[in-house]
Protein backbone atom coordinates (compact mmCIF):
# COMPACT_ATOMS: atom_id res chain seq x y z
CA UNK A 1 0.00 0.00 0.00
CA UNK A 2 1.52 3.02 -1.34
CA UNK A 3 1.59 5.88 1.58
CA UNK A 4 2.05 9.70 0.83
CA UNK A 5 3.12 12.09 3.71
CA UNK A 6 3.53 15.70 3.50
CA UNK A 7 4.49 17.93 5.92
CA UNK A 8 5.68 21.64 6.38
CA UNK A 9 2.53 23.73 5.91
CA UNK A 10 1.66 26.68 8.24
CA UNK A 11 0.88 30.20 8.65
CA UNK A 12 3.10 32.83 6.71
CA UNK A 13 2.54 36.29 5.67
CA UNK A 14 2.20 36.91 2.02
CA UNK A 15 5.82 37.82 0.53
CA UNK A 16 6.84 35.17 2.90
CA UNK A 17 8.05 31.33 1.88
CA UNK A 18 7.52 27.72 3.03
CA UNK A 19 8.90 24.22 2.04
CA UNK A 20 5.97 21.06 1.88
CA UNK A 21 7.35 18.25 2.05
CA UNK A 22 6.38 14.45 1.04
CA UNK A 23 7.78 11.24 2.19
CA UNK A 24 6.81 7.77 0.44
CA UNK A 25 7.12 4.32 1.83
CA UNK A 26 7.06 2.87 -1.65
CA UNK A 27 10.46 1.23 -2.61
CA UNK A 28 10.00 1.50 -5.97
CA UNK A 29 8.99 5.85 -5.50
CA UNK A 30 12.01 6.57 -7.61
CA UNK A 31 10.12 5.76 -10.60
CA UNK A 32 7.12 7.47 -10.32
CA UNK A 33 6.52 11.20 -11.67
CA UNK A 34 4.73 13.23 -8.57
CA UNK A 35 2.68 16.16 -8.42
CA UNK A 36 1.19 18.64 -6.14
CA UNK A 37 -1.88 20.06 -5.90
CA UNK A 38 -4.35 22.62 -3.83
CA UNK A 39 -7.58 22.84 -2.76
CA UNK A 40 -9.11 26.23 -1.29
CA UNK A 41 -12.18 25.92 0.52
CA UNK A 42 -15.09 25.90 -1.99
CA UNK A 43 -12.66 25.49 -4.93
CA UNK A 44 -11.84 22.56 -6.90
CA UNK A 45 -8.78 20.91 -6.66
CA UNK A 46 -6.33 22.18 -8.73
CA UNK A 47 -3.09 20.82 -10.26
CA UNK A 48 0.00 22.76 -9.00
CA UNK A 49 3.31 21.46 -10.02
CA UNK A 50 4.89 17.96 -11.24
CA UNK A 51 8.00 16.39 -11.60
CA UNK A 52 9.38 13.43 -13.89
CA UNK A 53 10.55 10.34 -11.72
CA UNK A 54 14.35 11.59 -12.43
CA UNK A 55 13.64 14.90 -11.42
CA UNK A 56 14.86 16.42 -15.12
CA UNK A 57 11.77 17.60 -15.92
CA UNK A 58 8.99 20.09 -14.45
CA UNK A 59 5.54 21.22 -15.00
CA UNK A 60 3.74 24.26 -13.33
CA UNK A 61 0.60 26.29 -13.04
CA UNK A 62 0.91 29.39 -14.85
CA UNK A 63 -0.78 31.03 -11.15
CA UNK A 64 2.62 29.91 -9.39
CA UNK A 65 4.92 29.39 -12.39
CA UNK A 66 8.62 31.53 -10.88
CA UNK A 67 7.22 31.40 -7.35
CA UNK A 68 7.39 27.79 -6.78
CA UNK A 69 9.83 24.62 -7.59
CA UNK A 70 9.01 21.65 -7.14
CA UNK A 71 12.28 19.33 -6.72
CA UNK A 72 12.85 15.03 -5.50
CA UNK A 73 15.48 13.50 -4.04
CA UNK A 74 14.81 9.90 -4.71
CA UNK A 75 17.37 8.67 -1.86
CA UNK A 76 14.96 9.42 0.89
CA UNK A 77 11.93 8.85 -1.36
CA UNK A 78 10.49 13.17 -1.04
CA UNK A 79 9.79 14.92 -3.06
CA UNK A 80 9.50 19.10 -2.29
CA UNK A 81 7.85 22.16 -2.82
CA UNK A 82 9.56 25.30 -2.69
CA UNK A 83 6.95 28.34 -2.06
CA UNK A 84 8.29 31.94 -2.56
CA UNK A 85 6.46 35.45 -3.14
CA UNK A 86 3.15 33.66 -1.17
CA UNK A 87 0.13 35.20 -1.79
CA UNK A 88 -2.84 35.10 0.06
CA UNK A 89 -4.62 33.42 -2.88
CA UNK A 90 -1.79 30.79 -2.25
CA UNK A 91 -4.21 29.94 1.08
CA UNK A 92 -5.43 26.36 0.39
CA UNK A 93 -4.64 22.29 1.70
CA UNK A 94 -1.95 21.05 -0.44
CA UNK A 95 -1.44 17.40 -1.51
CA UNK A 96 1.15 15.91 -2.74
CA UNK A 97 0.11 12.63 -5.81
CA UNK A 98 1.88 10.06 -7.49
CA UNK A 99 1.40 9.48 -11.08
CA UNK A 100 -0.17 5.55 -11.29
CA UNK A 101 2.30 5.13 -14.37
CA UNK A 102 6.36 4.39 -14.02
CA UNK A 103 8.39 6.59 -15.79
CA UNK A 104 5.77 8.82 -17.12
CA UNK A 105 6.53 12.56 -17.79
CA UNK A 106 5.09 14.96 -15.62
CA UNK A 107 1.51 15.79 -15.92
CA UNK A 108 -2.05 17.44 -14.84
CA UNK A 109 -3.74 14.70 -14.20
CA UNK A 110 -3.26 10.55 -14.33
CA UNK A 111 -2.66 10.20 -10.06
CA UNK A 112 -3.61 7.38 -8.38
CA UNK A 113 -2.69 7.89 -4.84
CA UNK A 114 -2.44 10.89 -2.52
CA UNK A 115 -1.76 12.40 0.55
CA UNK A 116 -3.91 13.53 3.69
CA UNK A 117 -2.60 17.10 2.75
CA UNK A 118 -1.01 19.46 4.62
CA UNK A 119 -2.45 23.44 5.30
CA UNK A 120 -1.27 26.43 4.21
CA UNK A 121 -2.38 30.30 5.22
CA UNK A 122 -0.98 33.29 3.37
CA UNK A 123 -2.33 36.39 5.33
CA UNK A 124 -2.24 39.53 3.89
Known amino acids: QVQLVESGGGLVQAGGSLRLSCAGSERTFGTYAMGWFRQAPGKE ?39 NSLKPEDTAAYYCAKRSTRYSPPSGSG ?4 GQGTQVTVSS
Not at 73 to 81: G, R
Not at 111 to 114: H, I, L, M, N, R
Open 45 to 83: REFVAGISWSGDRTLYANSVKGRFTISRDNAKNTVYLQM
Open 111 to 114: YDYW
